[in-house]
């Protein structure tokens, strides 16, 4: 093979460099190529076609035998041509706003409000799945009658669907049986009457998961509201867990706690039992009673409000009595031999700036003749700066008959709590009954009643005799 660029040769008489003899080659469609002098010769002594295609074999076999694999730098002439480029795959349409199949709704990007009226009234779907967001605003009418089991879940990629109620309808009407609800922020629902994001018959098991709950509004229960008297519905389940319930208002204002308040939860069931569980509630308030929950009918089964590794702040009954739990009437009824009490728990939980304007800042417990409330703050919690406008930041009341309530603080710290006149931490307002008062491992500091100061600051009793069990 001739690398020299400079070193030339004589075909017939002429001068060739080795680049121009390369150039005459590659005309025939070589690339590689040995002893070039004598092969540009015997190519331009060749006149016909085929002798010419014999010699070019003949010259690649040739310069495969001189110099193997020998290769040449120069590029042909004219670059080989482009390869076209391949169509492209066509694009797939876009899934229809709305599928259902075996009973369960898909909601998709392009849907509307009358989509997800269409899943709930038209299909009588018990599964919906949101993909996007959905807001309520263009809605004609309200969100229509559930009347069964329901599963709402959502599937956004921000971690939760957003379905903005636009202060036009409530989200779920008469749930019965199950509710589940699962990935979701649920905002501006309302209702001029009850329930602002679900109204529920008794009996009915609620779970929340992951959910934002915010800026949601009713008379009563601004997220829930829940019916039913009489053992024929059975016990009541709702459970919140995960979950963010922020700013939500129950605006009927009343003397009596029944049908009013509930900043977040009102029930007249008589056998209910709710759980949040690590949990934000902060800044939910109700007109009169109950901030977070206003339990109105607790008879024969008992009810049970526990709060789980929550942080509460904030909340308050502007009005009336229970800043963050009222239980209206804790009755024994007509149950025979044991009754179960009417329990309220905060283990491992934060309270802050609760606020009531009558009675229990905290909770406050109306009970009827045999009933039995308990109410206990447990497991590392924390209670401070809460303040009630008359008695005890935790309340208690038996305004005729024989109860008895126990309120039990172990483990935990109570710092900053006011009342304006009896009980800066608890206060009993007995007709006749017992009282247990238990502190265990606790710090109560910073805790008074601003204006009776003879009454014992602390804790005060009256009508009836209190009765301090353990170290205190």
């Known amino acids: 093979c001739v690398d020299d660029a400079?070193?030339?040769?004589?075909?017939?008489?002429?001068?060739?460099?080795?680049?121009?003899?390369?150039?005459?080659?590659?005309?025939?469609?070589?690339?590689?190529?040995?002893?070039?002098?004598?092969?540009?010769?015997?190519?331009?002594?060749?006149?016909?076609?085929?002798?010419?295609?014999?010699?070019?074999?003949?010259?690649?076999?040739?310069?495969?035998?001189?110099?193997?694999?020998?290769?040449?730098?120069?590029e042909p002439s004219e670059p080989p041509p482009t390869p076209p480029t391949p169509p492209m795959p066509p694009t797939p349409p876009p899934a229809p706003p709305l599928e259902v199949e075996n009973g369960t709704a898909h909601i998709f990007a392009n849907s509307s409000p009358e989509h997800l009226k269409g899943a709930l009234e038209t299909y009588d779907v018990s599964t919906i799945i949101l993909h996007n967001d959905i807001s309520l605003c263009s809605l004609a009418g309200s969100l229509p009658r559930v009347d069964r089991p329901l599963h709402v879940t959502g599937e956004c990629s921000s971690g939760t669907c957003t379905v903005d109620g636009c202060n036009r309808t409530a989200f779920i009407y008469y749930a019965r049986g199950s509710l589940q609800m699962r990935n979701l922020t649920l905002q501006n629902f309302y209702s001029n009457d009850s329930g602002g994001v679900i109204y529920a018959e008794g009996g009915i098991s609620i779970n929340i998961t992951n959910c934002v709950l915010k800026n949601n509004r009713a008379r009563v229960g601004a997220v829930m509201y829940i019916t039913g008297t009489g053992y024929a519905y059975g016990p009541t389940y709702v459970s919140v867990t995960n979950s963010v319930l922020q700013d939500n208002f129950g605006s009927a204002a009343g003397r009596a706690p029944q049908n009013t308040g509930g900043g977040l939860l009102y029930s007249g069931e008589n056998n209910i039992h709710v759980l949040f569980e690590q949990c934000s509630l902060q800044g939910n308030s109700a007109e009169s009673f109950g901030g977070i929950t206003n339990l109105e009918n607790c008879t024969n089964g008992g009810c049970s409000v526990t709060f789980h590794q929550c942080d509460i702040s904030e909340n308050s009954a502007n009005r009336e009595s229970g800043g963050v739990v009222n239980i209206g009437m804790c009755s024994g009824g007509v149950c025979s031999g044991y009754c179960p009490p009417c329990v309220v728990q905060f283990s491992g939980s934060r309270v802050r700036s609760a606020h009531s304007s009558l009675h229990g800042a905290l909770v406050a417990v109306t009970l009827g003749d045999d009933a039995k409330a308990e109410v206990a703050i447990?497991?590392?919690?924390?209670?401070?700066?809460?303040?009630?406008?008359?008695?005890?930041?935790?309340?208690?009341?038996?305004?005729?008959?024989?109860?008895?309530?126990?309120?039990?603080?172990?483990?935990?710290?109570?710092?900053?709590?006011?009342?304006?006149?009896?009980?800066?931490?608890?206060?009993?307002?007995?007709?006749?009954?017992?009282?247990?008062?238990?502190?265990?491992?606790?710090?109560?500091?910073?805790?008074?009643?601003?204006?009776?100061?003879?009454?014992?600051?602390?804790?005060?009793?009256?009508?009836?005799?209190?009765?301090?069990?353990?170290?205190?």
């Not at 590689?32 to 010419?52: G, K, M, P, Y």
């Open 6 to 74: 400079n070193f030339t040769f004589d075909v017939a008489g002429a001068e060739f460099t080795c680049a121009e003899a390369l150039d005459q080659l590659r005309w025939n469609g070589l690339s590689e190529c040995s002893e070039i002098a004598e092969l540009v010769q015997e190519l331009n002594l060749v006149d016909d076609a085929a002798t010419a295609d014999a010699m070019e074999a003949l010259a690649l076999e040739h310069c495969a035998a001189s110099c193997g694999s020998c290769s040449i730098a120069n």
């Open 378 to 472: 447990l497991d590392n919690s924390e209670i401070m700066d809460s303040r009630s406008g008359h008695y005890g930041n935790v309340y208690f009341s038996n305004p005729a008959g024989r109860a008895s309530a126990t309120l039990t603080i172990s483990d935990s710290s109570m710092t900053n709590n006011h009342a304006g006149a009896n009980g800066g931490l608890a206060s009993f307002d007995f007709d006749a009954g017992e009282i247990f008062v238990t502190i265990t491992n606790s710090s109560v500091k910073g805790s008074y009643a601003k204006v009776r100061r003879a009454l014992p600051p602390l804790v005060a009793g009256f009508r009836a005799t209190h009765t301090a069990h353990a170290p205190s």
